[in-house]
Each structure stands twice: as C-alpha cells, then as structure tokens.
C-alpha cells in the first residue's frame, strides 16, 4: 500500500509545502458554524481545519468558477478575440471525498466526450487534491450526508493525489498517495512507515464512521430503475414540482451539476467580455427560446428533468457515475424538502402504493 | 490569435458580412466570410441540417441554422428577428465584423438516403434548413430517386428565396409545389395549408423508400404529420430538426438536453421515432 503515517501536528506542514508552488485552499470556520474555502495565507494558516462540516459552498468552483471570464473581445472595424486564462497551479486541501467524486464527475462530462471543454481542462490539469476522509462522526458527518448511499464515502477511493486520514488514537494521520505527485511528497522527512496496524486501525474508524449515517436512501437503486425505465409516474413529479421554490439552489450547492449559461458583458467603448456562470434547471428561463417559447414551462418538467438527468442509467454509463455524490448539501438548500435523498423517499412511496407524503 | 478548434471549442472564428438582403418581411439573408481562407475552408465541410454558433460581439452568441449547401460556393444565414441577438444582428452592415464557430450537430445523413425518393416539406421559416437539403439533392442529383417539395407560406409575400423558387419550379428534375394559406392579387398557385398540396391531382406521394423532411411551426408541423401518416408514411423515415435554447452547441452547458439526448451533439435532426422515443413533450 502506498501509505505512509504523519504525526497530527506535521500535517499543515503538507500545506507550507504545497504552498511553494501553489495556491492552496482549504476550508475554514466562519463566524457562526459556517464553514468555507478560502485561500491559504501566512496570517489564516493556522486555523485550517480539519475536522469540520463540510463547507456549504462546494470546491467545485476552483475548477469551474461560479463566473469565468471566456475571452475579451474588442468590436467595430478592428475587431479580435483575446482568449482568458484565469487557471493558475492550485492545490485544496481538506477536500472530502464526496467533492473528490464530484470533481472526477466534472472530469467525466467536460473532459470525455467528442468535445473538451480547454477552460475546465486548464484548470484540472493544474489542480492537486488532497483528500481529508470525513473520520469524526459528530463533526465531519452530518444529518443531512448520505455519500455512503452514493457509494462515494467516507474514504474516497480514488481520484485524488493524497489521502489524510486521522486514526483518531490521538498522534496518527495514515496518509495514502492516489497519484504519482501525491507519493514524490512521501520523501518529506515528517512521513514515517505505516505498520499493518495503522492499516487495521483506518478500516475500524471507517466501520466507526459508518453508523452515523441516517439518511434511509437504500432505496437509491431502485430509484434509479424506476427513472431509467420511467416507471415514475407524472402525480409523482407534480408532488415533486409542487414543492420546488425555482431557487436554483440546488444546483448552486451541487458538486455534480454542469449546467452553465453564457453572456456578453461590456467593458468599454466597443470593448466587451464574454463570460460563463453557473445555470440551473429549475430556474424558468433555463429553457425558454428567443420569442418567448418554452418548451419546459411547468416547474414539474424541470424538476423531473434534474432527477433524470441525476439517475438514468443512460447518462451514468455515459460519465461513469451518477451525478449525485451524497454530498447532501441539496437536501440543506432545499426550502421545499426536495433534496435528493427526499425524491428518492417520495418515488419509492408513490411507487410502492403507500399514502402520499 | 484564434486558436484552432482542438484548443479551445468555445472561442468563435473572425468572420466579416458581406452582403445583406431583406428576404421577407423581419427576415434577412445575411452573406459573410471566414476572415481567413482557412476557416472558410474548414467550416465548408458541414453537412445540411447542421448548425453553427454566431456571435454578435456584445449582443450574445446564438445557434443558427445553415441555409446554404456546401456544394454552393458563399456562406449565409437567414433569421428572423426574434430576439435579442437577432435583433443586432439585423443592425449590422456589410463590413461588420462578428465571431462564428462551428459546424456542429449531426445533419441529415443525405449518403444514406441515397436511391431514395425525397419528399420535403417546408413551412414558413422552415425552409431556412431544408434550403441546404435541397440544393444538396439536386447538386447530386443522380443519387436520388424522384423529389418533391411542398412549401407553403402565409401569404405571397411570405415566401423566401424567391429566387431559387423560381429556378426549381422551371426545373424539369424535380417537383416543387407552393402553397399560400391567403392569396393576393397576384397569385395564381395553391392557396391553402400545405398538406392541401400533397391531395393535388397530379401529385404523386411514393410510400415505399421515402424519406420525408418536414419543417415549420409547430401547427403545421402537426397537421402535415396527421396527413402523412394518413397516407402510410412511417415514423422511422420522416426526419425533423429540433430546436431548443442553446449555449454552448458542443454539450455542456445543458440548456439542449431531452430526454437521454443532446440536441446540440446528438441532434438536431431526428426521426420522428426517435423524438418520440426522448420522453418529453416537443
């Protein structure tokens, strides 16, 4: 096993290390029990956080920025295009695995198929993962987490470039490398062999962590036959619809979601700039055309839209996992309590015959 | 400066307009060139019922159908101003310069159409696409059985390309039937819907190893479809164009998404079995 043992108060040293040639996010504390992702510095160094909820706004954005600037463009008689690069050499520290499946997702869709996306591959080409393992149950896990149903968590299993677990016998982190970057930091002095204890010790916390979760999604695969095969019946997606406030929340939180609009901004006497952001499907206009057709105008087509393109099986062999990571961050957003996990409880009630929620 | 299409899908290629025609009335034919020789080059490999992506700089960038054939030699695009983007792009003038990236989409097969009649049905604006199906034909004229096409407009004035109407109602080698829902005084054709034309005396429809091309507004759309499968044409051999909101035309941003398709990558154009195999309401 590519494993090494780091004792707890050497583990930012693998953040002093990275940041000598990256910038290096990592989550913080707000000022309530908020959580984020911010930029390493000299003067919040020391209040990164490993254990934590995980930060509400997903690392998502640091390969696919929430706004990102496409290419400046100059109009009139002297026109030209000048293309943006704003990727730069970056590492996020304390990713959890959720996010790590999330991004391998992105990595799926804008990288895999007939065309690459060159702004989202800028950026992942110069990203170093390292991936903290949610190891506390009371802190790192919360009611709303279901990535074991998701098959993404607690320990991801691949797709990142280290691994830092805390063994929680009050010294130990086992810190596995995923890439060939990941395992050239091995040679650091702060990292010492692992015994096959270290080894036994890592799976008893993972089984540990496991009893934490609640969140009854069990049903998750059969939701997705029932999608796939469009067993899902319109009554079921009108209760869904029925409930949605057409926030676009859900996919703002989503680590998973791809859906992006594009629009010209003017910068200057016949000077603009062309930018993407962040789009979702439940907001109104996410489909409708010039002169005013829309061809998903009830919010219940939308909403089944977002499931279906989350579940059917179709799009999971397409980028090789569902587009959900049980993250849980949807079922937090959700005013109308049609998070993920919800949807799959209120198909497998409407569908087994049972009252209606 | 501009990349080539490997480096980066979503940077559009210099293009500058030409020429600008009013076709009929808020529609215009707009004629425009690659700036370099080499982009033109590449570009002219599209098949018809292919798209492209068109920038006005500043104004947004939309998807756009092309109207010409690549057997022809100059480049165009018909819209009708609808919305924002459409609505610069009617402002512009010859020697503006604006942003086209493409061809995307999968266009019709029209190699394995071939020794098949093609029947072609057209309404209104709808012949903005099929324009391509047509010229291509006829350029490989030899390849195809008989063909017919129906076009019907709202009135006289309605009708597009008047040129080219001209030139294939003279042309021995094909049918071309016009159809007027109101006539003026001038008009000596059809008046009525255009599936009216298909029960002319003198009209032939072949059933057997046909493909049928429709396209038009969603009430023509209709009706033709309920004449036709009338008449015994199968769902598998009538072929449309899709047409949805789009961003990206390379199938990422989302926006084209039915059902398991793309309608930007896997589309535009589908049989109609295959529209109603995407699961959602067209």
């Known amino acids: 096993m590519r494993g090494r043992l780091i004792h707890k108060d050497d583990v930012l040293k693998i953040v002093d ?45 640091y390969v696919l920025p929430h706004i990102q600037r496409m290419f400046k463009v100059k109009a009139g008689t002297d026109a030209g295009i000048e293309p943006c690069d704003e990727s730069r050499k970056r590492a996020i520290f304390g990713i959890r695995s959720c996010d ?44 709303d987490c279901f990535c074991v149903c998701a098959d993404t968590g607690t320990a991801a299993k691949d797709h990142f470039d280290l691994q830092l677990m805390d063994l929680h016998n009050g010294s130990d982190f086992l810190a596995v490398a995923g890439s060939a970057k990941g395992e050239a930091l091995f040679s650091l002095p702060f990292f010492k062999k692992a015994s096959a204890e270290h080894v036994q010790r890592r799976r008893e916390v993972l089984s540990e962590v496991r009893k934490r979760f609640k969140v009854a999604t069990s049903w998750y695969s ?11 019946n319109d009554e079921t997606w009108k209760i869904v619809g029925d409930r949605c406030l057409e926030c676009g929340g859900c996919s703002y939180v989503c680590p998973a979601c791809t859906c992006f609009t594009v629009s010209d901004r003017k910068t200057g006497p016949d000077e603009y700039e062309r930018v993407r952001m962040w ?35 179709y799009f999971m062999q397409r980028e090789l996992s569902m587009a959900c990571v049980g993250c849980g961050r949807c079922v937090s957003v959700c005013h109308g309590d049609v998070g993920m996990p919800s949807v799959v409880e209120i198909i497998r009630r409407t569908t087994v015959g049972e009252a209606k929620p | 400066m501009i990349n080539s299409r490997e480096q980066n899908v979503y940077q559009p290629k210099m293009a500058v307009m030409e020429d600008i025609r009013e076709e009929i009335q808020d529609v215009k034919t707009f004629y425009w060139r690659f700036e370099n020789p080499e982009d033109q080059k590449a570009f002219k490999t599209f098949m018809p019922g292919q798209f492209a992506q068109m920038s006005v700089f500043g104004g947004g960038e939309i998807a756009i159908s092309l109207p010409p054939s690549p057997t022809e030699d100059r480049l165009f695009f018909t819209t009708r101003r609808v919305g924002s983007v459409t609505a610069a792009m009617h402002a512009m003038k010859p020697g503006d310069r604006f942003g086209v990236r493409g061809p995307y989409g999968n266009g019709f097969p029209m190699k394995d159409y071939a020794s098949r009649n093609l029947i072609i049905v057209a309404g209104g604006i709808g012949l903005i696409p099929l324009r391509s199906v047509i010229i291509y034909a006829l ?14 407009a709202r009135t006289p004035k309605d009708l597009m390309y008047v040129e080219n109407l001209q030139d294939w109602q003279k042309d021995p080698n094909f049918e071309c039937y016009l159809s007027v829902d109101r006539a003026d005084e001038g008009w000596k054709g059809n008046v009525g819907v255009v599936g009216s034309l298909f029960k002319k005396p003198g009209v032939h429809m072949p059933v057997e190893n046909t493909t049928v091309f429709i396209c038009g507004p969603p009430v023509m759309f209709r009706f033709v479809l309920a004449d036709l499968k009338g008449m015994g044409f199968d769902d598998r051999n009538m072929v449309s164009t899709l047409e949805r909101y789009m961003k990206c035309g390379v199938g990422k941003c989302g926006h084209c998404c039915i059902g398991v398709a793309y309608v930007c990558t896997d589309g535009p154009v589908f049989t109609l079995e295959q529209i109603q195999k995407l699961g959602e309401v067209i």
């Open chain 2, 139 to 152: 350029h490989h004229r030899e390849q195809y059985k008989k063909i017919q096409v129906f076009y019907g």
């Open chain 1, 100 to 143: 790590v499946a999330g991004i391998f997702h992105l990595d799926r869709f804008y990288l895999g198929k007939e065309y690459r996306d060159d702004y989202y591959a800028k950026f992942r080409e110069k990203l170093f993962i390292v991936n903290v393992v949610c190891s506390d149950p009371q802190i790192d896990v919360d009611d």
């Open chain 1, 17 to 61: 290390v990275l940041r000598q040639d990256h910038e290096v996010v990592a989550p913080f504390y707000g000022r309530g029990r908020d959580t984020y992702f911010d930029v390493v510095t000299d003067a919040n160094r020391n209040a990164i956080q490993i254990h934590l909820p995980n930060p509400y706004y997903p690392p998502k954005r």
């Open chain 1, 279 to 313: 789009d979702a499907c439940a907001l109104g206009g996410f489909t409708r055309m010039a002169g005013g057709h829309n061809p998903r105008k009830a919010v219940h087509d939308r909403r089944n839209r977002r499931f279906f393109r989350k579940l059917a099986h």
């Open chain 1, 222 to 232: 059969a939701a997705i036959r029932f999608i796939t095969g469009r067993g899902v």
